[in-house]
């Protein structure tokens, strides 16, 4: 079983469309989670993190957070083109040092 | 710009070379790792040293050798390499042992191929 599951689309929305990502994990001790975008032979930009149950909201991005489900999302409101990119889950293993699980990513295409 | 730095971005080499990435973070971070992104799959943590002690050797290969010398710098030395090991391969870095330091931040990643 893997740890964190992504679908890995692609998820395509026109813009200005809400764009709804999706995460699930396994370790029911994890604390902490992340949302890295990750354009095309660049590397992962942190965009979100997210450390309680509920919502976090920065700007045009909405982290939730649901632990008794094991489920994270993040929204992106009004979605542009520039979003395009593969948005990877992470999540924050349990053990003596710090160290993420990431999800293979979602690849989210937004077109005009 | 994340304040790690990597290099050289690009690498070519041949199955009998040797070579070395290097990575220096600039953000007074105790931790740092190593990452292999091959296409379509989730990033593959490597390494990782924690006050420059190795913590994690996440079953790599011998043919990969990490060195870190202090607390900004870590280096992968390669040897022998297959072209299976052709990948992205990424360095980041974070605060070890604090509530928000899960948070990593990555270098731009070496492009390497291996023929």
């Known amino acids: 079983q893997k740890e964190v599951e992504q679908n890995s689309g692609p998820l395509s929305v026109p813009e200005g469309a809400i764009a709804s990502l999706n995460c699930t994990y396994s370790?029911?001790?994890?604390?902490?989670f992340f949302w890295y975008r990750q354009y095309s032979g660049k590397s992962p930009e942190l965009i979100m993190s997210?450390?309680?149950?509920g919502d976090k909201e920065d700007g045009r991005f909405t982290a939730q957070l649901n632990k008794a489900s094991q489920y994270v999302s993040l929204l992106i409101r009004d979605s542009q083109p520039s979003d395009s990119a593969t948005y990877l889950c992470?999540?924050?293993?349990?053990?003596?040092?710090?160290?993420?699980?990431f999800g293979a990513g979602t690849r989210l295409a937004v077109h005009p | 710009e994340t304040g790690v730095t990597q290099t050289p971005r690009h690498l070519v080499m041949g199955m009998t070379n040797k070579k070395s990435l290097k990575c220096e973070q600039h953000l007074g971070h105790n931790a740092m790792y190593w990452y292999k992104q091959s296409a379509k799959k989730p990033l593959e943590l490597m390494f990782v040293y924690s006050l420059e002690e190795r913590v994690e050797n996440n079953s790599v290969p011998s043919r990969f050798s990490p060195e870190c010398p202090n607390s900004s710098h870590l280096f992968l030395h390669l040897h022998t390499l297959q072209p299976e090991d052709s990948a992205l391969y990424l360095c980041?870095?974070?605060?070890?042992?604090?509530?928000?330091?899960?948070?990593?931040?990555f270098g731009a990643g070496t492009r390497l191929s291996v023929l």
């Open positions: 992470a999540v924050g293993g349990t053990g003596g040092y710090n160290k993420l699980i």
């Open positions: 980041a870095s974070s605060q070890d042992r604090a509530r928000q330091g899960n948070i990593q931040y």
């Open positions: 370790d029911r001790g994890s604390q902490s």
């Open positions: 997210i450390y309680s149950n």
